[in-house]
């Protein structure tokens, strides 16, 4: 049984106090969920501030990136053992990152084997473009981004991962995949890669949400998928009653 971890990306909003007096009152709402693993990234500057604030409650801490060196001359960036103590999930591979950034599958695979190597879990986003989707090419391109960010990376490593299915065109947009689309490339396409790299009890274990418009009214459908265990929320998560909205759905779909 896969337990359902709810994420929310909270991209380049609120500063450190909104940061910190927002989790606050988060926890408070979605204790009672305690199926669900419940995670906020913040931006990097309120990681402690929100790490802080979380303690003595269910809410886990993630942050929006890192760098694969653990320091140098980088400037502006981050480092894993900068993280440690202040976030227990890190995301990599987000779309924007690759868009904005310029990163590359090598680079999100260094990512995810410099967080392994300091015990942070990498939730490791990958998804099409329109135009992939549009060309009919949506299952060989994600599949190619799991097998190259997984370069290398063992099987042991596999349940300390999460993986992330964010079709490009529905980040931010309103326009989300149906929950059969989540279903069918998170289940057809992603799971089986894992079950060629890994085998099938492996492929079991790792847990894949969906993101992309992720809002309170689609959750409890993407919820209800098999192989959909939980969801990467960018603007709905910024809200207090939508993400406790979130948790609930999920908690409800998935509850044992
Ligand atoms: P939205 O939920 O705002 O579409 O963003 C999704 C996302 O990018 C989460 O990482």
New binding site residues.
């Given amino acids: 049984m896969r337990t359902p971890i709810v994420a929310g990306?909270w991209k380049m909003y609120k500063t450190n106090s909104e940061a910190a007096s927002f989790v606050r009152e988060l926890a408070l709402r979605i204790a009672a969920y305690s199926n669900v693993e419940r995670v906020v990234c913040p931006p990097f500057v309120a990681l402690a501030g929100v790490a802080e604030a979380v303690v003595g409650t269910p809410i886990k801490v993630g942050a929006q990136n890192v760098h694969w060196e653990d320091q140098g001359a980088y400037t502006s960036q981050i480092a894993p053992p900068m993280l440690v103590g202040l976030a227990e999930y890190v995301?990599i591979g987000?779309?924007?990152c690759r868009a904005y950034l310029g990163e590359t599958d090598e680079m999100i695979n260094r990512k995810a084997k410099a967080l392994l190597a300091h015990g942070l879990k990498p939730i490791i986003?990958v998804g099409e473009s329109l135009a992939q989707n549009d060309a009919g090419d949506t299952d060989a391109f994600v599949s190619g981004q799991v097998r190259a960010a997984l370069q290398g990376i063992d099987s042991q490593s596999m349940p300390s991962i999460v993986l992330?299915y964010?079709p490009i065109w529905?980040?931010?947009?309103g326009k989300s995949a149906s929950s059969a689309v989540a279903q069918q490339i998170i289940g057809g396409t992603i799971r089986k890669t894992l079950e060629e790299l890994y085998g099938v009890q492996v492929a079991d274990l790792v847990r894949i949400q969906y993101?992309?418009?992720?809002k309170p009214d689609n959750m409890a459908d993407y919820m209800s998928q098999p192989d959909v265990d939980g969801a990467?929320?960018?603007?709905?998560s910024l809200k207090l009653d939508d993400f406790t909205k979130l948790v609930e759905a999920a908690s409800r779909a998935k509850g044992s």
């Fill in positions: 990306n995301i987000h779309s924007e986003a992330a964010e529905a980040i931010g947009t993101g992309g418009s992720v990467l929320v960018g603007g709905a």
